[in-house]
């Protein structure tokens, strides 16, 4: 297996271009099996994640083509509706074709995920919520079997917890439903209003956009369109970490600041400037003539659905907190098991704490993080291997990278770009 090693301590500098959002491409390229046709989209990353949701498209009898960014997507002859457990295991967001097949066909066969490795990651909400507009929904042999007699009825769906594939399936499942759904406690992150965008443009109505209470009026006819991907704010938010770990100063284009509040706070906060216009960042973290760089403090972060503090950065928060000066207390509220990345931070150097869902880290001065060998063990903990290898002294060699191209595209090549010691090598 590929791995990523890393000599550290080189500043960045110049710019970084943000690919397409991962988590908005996964429930657009589902959303073009509502309606037949040839659906366009623009600024798809490619990524292990997409080519799957590509791959899981074509078992079901879509064709698309790929030309640069853009993917065509024919969706005209499906020829089947099962998505199977050995795909679905790759990608837990294979989920997202139950509630367009529900719609398009009346019928799905989509195997349970299982869990992964930041938690159980059950899809409970999502089959209530397909419940309440009429499904019956079948769970056998690791499968569940979703069927509807005729159309869905509107109907009020509840989210216990703001569910963000739950709520992108519930919209898909009620915008040819009868009448009205409105979804409560519905999840307002800007990859659910990239997805009622393109709805919108397939002739869906839905009001609510960037709300926890959504209200879709079915309608009968759905076009297929042309849509483009929102910016990946977790892959900005993970470079502009980045500078705070190296130093440097760094310009983060194509990018929407105004989609990270809360990490912009704790950045501004620790000690970084970063400088936010409409479509870029440029953040800096001055390093010295002896190469020390800037002082930064210890923050405390608690994770929350958006707008709060993205679940998807805590990884690569932690990475730059272990070489603050302070304690910083990081306590995650949505996943049970993402705290994966300690152990592997640890062998850095990092004096980290856990207490429940809570990790205390203890600063230590940046000279004290050394490289060494470690191992990704899912998608954002393996970012915060990357983060603390650019901050750390000698060489960091990351292993199961695998993990990291499923949401990154080219991380080697752009930072390498921005002047980072870093090279992907062949196991
Ligand atoms: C989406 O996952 C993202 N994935 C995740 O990104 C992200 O971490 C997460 O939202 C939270 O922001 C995609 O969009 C493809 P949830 P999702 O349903 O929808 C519990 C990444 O790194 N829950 O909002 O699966 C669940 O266990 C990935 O890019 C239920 O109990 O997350 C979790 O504790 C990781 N039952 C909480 O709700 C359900 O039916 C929030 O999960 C659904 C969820």
Request: net charge negative; aromatic share 4%.
């Amino acid at each position: 297996m590929d791995k990523i090693r890393i000599n550290g301590t080189r500043p960045l500098y110049g710019t970084v271009a943000v690919s397409g959002a991962k988590n908005a491409a996964l429930p657009l390229i589902a959303a073009t099996l509502l309606t037949p046709g040839t659906h366009t989209l623009h600024n798809v990353p490619d990524l292990r994640d997409t080519r799957t949701m590509l791959k899981l498209l074509e078992t079901l009898g879509a064709t698309w083509e790929r030309s640069g960014t853009s993917v065509q997507i024919n969706t005209t002859d499906l020829t089947g509706a099962e998505a199977p457990y050995d795909l679905v295991k790759t990608m837990r967001a294979s989920v997202l074709v139950l509630g367009p097949l529900i719609t398009r066909v009346g019928h799905a066969r989509v195997s349970l995920p299982g869990g992964c490795a930041i938690g159980a990651r059950p899809i409970n909400f999502h089959l209530r919520g397909f419940e309440q507009l009429g499904v019956e929904t079948i769970l056998e042999g690791g499968y569940v079997e979703a069927r509807v007699q005729g159309r869905l009825e509107g109907s009020t769906v509840y989210f216990d917890i703001p569910s963000v594939t739950g709520t992108e399936n519930v919209l898909m499942a009620a915008v040819k439903a009868t009448g009205q759904t409105i979804i409560k406690n519905a999840a307002k992150e800007p990859e659910v209003g990239n997805l009622i965008d393109m709805l919108t443009a397939m002739g869906a109505e839905i009001e609510g956009r960037d709300t926890d209470r959504l209200m879709v009026t079915g309608v009968d006819f759905l076009q297929p369109v042309e849509a483009t991907i929102i910016p990946d704010r977790i892959e900005a938010g993970t470079y502009l970490i980045a500078v705070g770990a190296a130093g440097g100063e760094l310009t983060i284009t194509d990018c929407f600041p105004s989609q990270l509040p809360a990490l912009l706070e704790k950045l501004r906060a620790a000690g970084m400037s970063i400088e936010d216009k409409a479509n870029s960042f440029t953040a800096s973290c001055p390093v010295d003539s002896a190469g020390n760089r800037c002082p930064l403090r210890g923050v405390n972060v608690t994770t929350m659905p958006y707008p709060g503090f993205p679940t998807d950065l805590q990884a690569q928060f932690m990475a730059l907190m272990i070489q603050a000066d302070g304690v910083s207390i990081i306590h995650e509220t949505i996943f049970e098991n993402r705290f994966m990345h300690v152990a592997e931070l640890q062998r850095l150097g990092a004096d980290i704490t856990i207490d429940g869902a809570s990790a205390v880290v203890r600063g230590i001065s940046r000279d004290r993080i050394c490289g060494a060998p470690v191992m990704a063990t899912d998608l954002r903990a393996s970012a915060s291997l990357v983060v603390a290898g650019l901050a750390a002294s000698g060489t960091t060699e990351i292993s199961r990278i695998y993990h990291l191209e499923r949401g990154y595209e080219n991380m080697v090549e752009k930072l390498q770009g921005a002047g980072a010691d870093i090279e992907k090598v062949k196991a």
